[in-house]
């Protein structure tokens, strides 16, 4: 027992800088995510500039405002499905985008809160390609 005091004394005595301790097993690196072009927006949001350019290269175009919006006016090559009846109406959508969920589409409604709704029930029914085009106004010419 002796020697073990002693022991802990030299020890504790020592001028040599302790170790750090290890870190736990349990820490986890810190991952950053990946950036993001800039380019890039977020699901939702509106995009009349691109949407134009879409719907000029042919993309399939849905109004997503109710039939009496819709009877008020609309883009000349779109097709009106309210938002409510996007999910029921998928195999129409299907239809006119070829059977092709990378086909390019654009959504668009009164301001674009719709849109971006029917733009995401689009995107987790497979399609790939979806721009909320905002409000008819935005894209009318």
């Keep these: 027992m002796r020697f073990s005091l002693v022991l802990a004394l030299a020890l504790g005595c020592s001028k040599s800088d302790p170790k750090p301790a290890p870190a736990p097993a349990t820490a986890q690196p810190v991952v950053q995510p990946p950036a993001v072009a800039v380019a890039q927006r977020p699901t939702g949001k509106d995009d009349p500039a691109l949407a134009k350019q879409r719907i000029a290269d042919g993309a399939v175009v849905l109004d997503v405002r109710s039939p009496e919006e819709f009877a008020e006016g609309h883009l000349a090559n779109a097709t009106n499905v309210p938002v409510d009846d996007v999910h029921a109406r998928l195999a129409e959508i299907d239809k006119l985008a070829g059977g092709?969920?990378?086909?390019?589409?654009?959504?668009?409604?009164?301001?674009?809160?719709?849109?971006?709704?029917?733009?995401?029930?689009?995107?987790?029914?497979?399609?790939?390609?979806?721009?909320?085009?905002?409000?008819?106004?935005?894209?009318?010419?």
């Design 100 to 141: 092709d969920k990378k086909k390019p589409i654009v959504t668009y409604c009164a301001a674009g809160k719709r849109a971006g709704r029917a733009k995401q029930t689009l995107e987790a029914a497979g399609y790939t390609n979806v721009t909320n085009g905002g409000g008819y106004d935005d894209l009318r010419e």
